[in-house]
């Protein structure tokens, strides 16, 4: 299966439901080690996504990730509007102008926002960010693209990387954000960055099968 311009936006339209329907989840993940605020942000961010889409679907799937990008930076607010805008532009870069995207591009462009993030919020694996959760995926997503996987299931085996990698935060003490304010106290709370990164991967995997 090859995601076009279309399928992407649609992907993208998934995602800001399952970040409306888990909202309240974010807010209280981030309410505990943070200020509150990412599962708000994010959803204004998707919301204000989904009117762009209705309004024009750029003509290819780099088009649409940078207009995800773009959207997500000027509308979302705290550390999620830089890091996944950063993340969505790194990743239009890596897939460019072409029509569709195949499981080794989807792979590049995973690589390309993981990359983004790093370069943008200077984490590491371990320091209990989004990072924990994009660095299992990225490998997972390579690993499948290697092997002739297509883009349902280099997204499948992302999801499912990015999953364990976000529930792997809870016992660690954050090293980077607002988080890390609190030292020791920051153990035993999934990083709500991650928490998100694993639940957008997770539906698009499932708009891909």
Do not use: Q
């Not at 960010?129 to 290697?146: F, K, N, Q």
Request: net charge negative; aromatic share 2%.
């Amino acid at each position: 299966m090859a995601c076009t311009a279309e399928s992407v936006a649609e992907a993208l339209r998934a995602v800001a439901d399952v970040v409306a329907e888990h909202r309240e989840e974010l807010i209280r993940l981030d309410r505990e080690i943070g200020d509150g605020d990412h599962g708000e942000n994010l959803a204004r961010g998707f919301t204000a996504l989904v009117s762009k889409l209705d309004a024009e679907v750029p003509s290819s799937p780099g088009g649409v990730l940078r207009l995800a990008a773009t959207t997500l930076i000027s509308t979302v607010g705290g550390a999620a509007g830089p890091l996944y805008g950063t993340a969505f532009l790194r990743a239009a870069t890596s897939v460019g102008d072409v029509a569709a995207l195949d499981g080794p591009a989807v792979a590049a462009a995973l690589r390309a926002a993981l990359d983004g993030v790093v370069a943008r919020g200077k984490a590491a694996l371990g320091d209990k960010t989004m990072v924990d959760a994009l660095i299992p995926a990225v490998a997972a997503a390579e690993s499948a693209a290697a092997t002739a996987g297509g883009v349902a299931e280099v997204l499948a085996v992302a999801a499912d990387a990015a999953g364990m990698g976000a529930e792997s935060t809870a016992p660690m003490v954050a090293r980077k954000g607002r988080a890390s304010y609190l030292g020791e106290r920051s153990a035993g709370h999934l990083d709500p960055g991650a928490r998100s990164t694993a639940l957008l991967l997770r539906t698009l995997a499932g708009r891909a099968r």
